[in-house]
């Protein structure tokens, strides 16, 4: 196995030039980072990067590198790392009609967090397919280390409003916009719903809101918002758990 003890390897500047977006695109590639996340994949990492001094037990990987402390910590997009890194390929980001009967639309999320939160929180649910318009980049490092191994648990698919109301309703999935002024969703008929949710700034884009009719909330006392990512966790689990009174 190879050894890499400086941080201007071109391994290393490879896998570093990965935190930009722009390197994602060009390459096709994405950087794990962290045991669990990488442990927990389905599928193999196509190379794995692991400080010297890991000391638990190698995923499989056909293509392993040693490298120093010094170029983990420059790889590394945390404050302490792990020591272990695996490069993906990106899977097949287009709009396609979903696989199973539960699925969310994110419209306009910019917190990387977020995102991996709510990715994490779907695949727990037993959501299928996750949409995606106009957010941050899922495959960013910040995205990938909250969504855990989720993000190659599920369907993800990026593409216009247009694309993803036209592909959901072909199917049979009826949209509903998660919005404040909307009905209680613990007292709403959840038919095959499809929920968008949209950033907390903004709220979900006139792309969304101009053909979507259903709105849903959450009700709340003293408060006039949550978080993305908790509230689209509790609609979530509303729904897949049957927690409204109409199911």
Do not use: W
């Amino acid at each position: 196995m190879e050894r890499i003890e400086s941080v201007n390897n071109e391994r290393v500047k490879r896998i570093v030039a990965l935190k930009d977006k722009s390197e994602r695109r060009k390459t096709g590639l994405f950087v794990v980072e962290g045991y669990n996340n990488i442990k927990d994949c389905p599928i193999k990492a196509e190379e794995l990067f692991v400080c010297s001094d890991f000391d638990k037990a190698l995923p499989v990987c056909d293509n392993v590198y040693y490298v120093s402390r010094r170029v983990a910590d420059k790889i590394s997009d945390t404050v302490t790392t792990q020591g272990i890194f695996g490069i993906y390929r990106i899977p097949d980001t287009s709009v396609k009609a979903p696989v199973g009967t539960k699925t969310i639309v994110l419209d306009g999320i910019s917190d990387s967090g977020n995102i991996g939160t709510i990715i994490r929180t779907a695949v727990a649910c037993g959501y299928s397919d996750v949409y995606f318009h106009n957010c941050a980049d899922i495959f960013s490092p910040k995205a990938v280390r909250a969504a855990m191994s989720a993000i190659f648990k599920l369907n993800v698919s990026i593409g216009t409003a247009d694309e993803i109301l036209r592909v959901l309703k072909s199917e049979g999935f009826i949209p509903y916009i998660l919005d404040m002024n909307g009905k209680n969703v613990f007292e709403t008929e959840l038919v095959k719903p499809a929920f968008i949710v949209g950033s907390e700034a903004h709220g979900v884009s006139d792309a969304f809101g101009d053909s979507v009719e259903n709105v849903i909330s959450l009700p709340m006392k003293s408060m006039e918002s949550l978080n993305a990512g908790v509230a689209a966790g509790v609609v979530m689990y509303v729904h897949a758990y049957g927690l409204n009174k109409k199911h």
